[in-house]
């Protein structure tokens, strides 16, 4: 290694369809989107290293907008890279854009902000181009009382009672900033949008909404359960089928 | 067979996800939409009955709203038809509605006009999520060209040159009613409207706009084209993966 090529911090926007894959992280016996991405990498550059992300997805999650840094030893412009990685990759993971960064930035600890949007199908049948990206929801559901229960869930909270792993988490306390309910005919988008998340919170928020809209708890359940910092069974889980990591922001907080 | 059990003539709205089959029609040795309703019918019905839809569609080409019908001599009613053939059917079929119609009803030769969509990705990098639903063209398109070209080739006119069998039809004139070209982003929708089409002839159609709209053919070579009448390799036929068979119309003219 010479001093004109020491390694340099590279970003990447990436997308990725989550239904072929175990989740994002490199686990043995697994195929993973990290584990794909250091294949592409060490094919196009012909060095093994590790690529981070800002945040995991779990298996079957899908990104839009997924970023992760790693540190490259290469000649190659931020167009080849692109290229490069994608000659190399399956086309359901994706490298949207790269460039080179201060080797300051990191994809995970960098990060200020996160938007997630949940799809649901509200629907008797869920049609066959939407099976991959859409949880389904057969019951009509009430926006109004998802919005009102998803405006009491907005803010600064202990979100114990809207994660998968309660108790196992240093500080349950995340800021919502933002969670809104959008219909068009059966299809209905949740967007969370917050400065961070605990393990399987959106997917917890939207299994939770999701009952709300069914009419299967009253929208004063939010405050309840926000105070019990308890995780029940009455909170479940959405299909991960259903969630994309949408973008991840940068910058000032 | 008794008097009260006679055949009756169902219609159904299906969609499917073209990706897995060999196209509409039964053929020895493919996987078919057509095979697998048929399969589904007999497991639910008991009895192997012939599906027939409005128009085939090619091997990878989509559908939102295909309509087919077929006779069968069954109690079930529709709701229980829907959720049984479903139940059957692998989950990129889906059986959206059926009802019984009067027996004049013919999936083909009642439909008073069709839609279709095509569907584009005009950017740099297909993302990972709509690489199984769009046709992906990395060199702007010029929209207002193509909504141009689009205008010439709406209307009455001799579809030779946008047909993949020119010369086998007995009567290549066809009417199409609207040609539309919208954009959001880098999702472009040509959305083609008609009373029939010929063989391959939304392909074709989409595949001369996206060479408009590349610059690659001037807006004055539609009415060329049409008056030509001849299939040349400047009409390109647009990737199966594109296209939408939208839905189809019942009515008056």
Redesign the interface.
């Known amino acids: 290694m010479t001093a004109e090529h020491a390694p340099a911090r590279w970003k990447a926007v990436v ?3 989550g239904t072929n894959y175990g989740g994002w992280q490199v686990q043995p016996g697994r195929i993973t989107v990290q584990g794909k991405l250091e294949d592409a990498v060490e094919q196009l550059t012909r060095k093994r290293v590790r690529v981070h992300c800002s945040g995991r997805t779990d298996t079957g999650v ?3 907008g997924q970023v992760v840094h790693m540190d490259l030893d290469t000649r190659i412009k931020p167009h080849g890279m ?1 290229e490069g990685l ?1 000659r190399y990759l399956p ?7 790269a460039r080179i960064m201060p080797s300051t930035f990191d994809a995970r600890f960098s990060a200020t902000g996160k938007e997630y949007r949940y799809f649901i199908w509200n629907g ?6 939407a ?1 991959l ?1 859409r949880a389904h929801v057969r019951k009509p559901l009430d926006i109004a009382a998802m919005r009102d229960a998803a405006s009491v869930l907005t803010g600064r909270h202990d979100f114990s009672s809207f994660c998968a792993n309660p108790g196992h988490e240093r500080d349950p306390v995340r800021t919502v900033n933002r969670i809104t309910v959008s219909r068009r005919g059966p299809d209905i988008t949740i967007r969370v949008d917050g400065e961070g998340f605990l393990y399987k919170m959106v997917r917890s928020l939207a299994g939770y909404l999701i009952r709300v809209g069914q009419g299967d708890l009253p929208v004063s359940s939010a405050h309840a359960f926000l105070q019990s910092r308890e995780r029940t069974a009455r909170v479940p889980t959405a299909p991960a089928k259903g969630l ?1 990591l949408w973008r991840v922001r940068y910058g000032r907080r």
Request: proline fraction near 8%; hydrophobic fraction near 40%; avoid cysteine.
């Open positions: 997308s990725y369809d899908h990104a839009r692109i994608n086309d359901d993971i994706r490298v949207e854009s008797p049948v869920l049609p066959a181009w099976r990206y994309f």
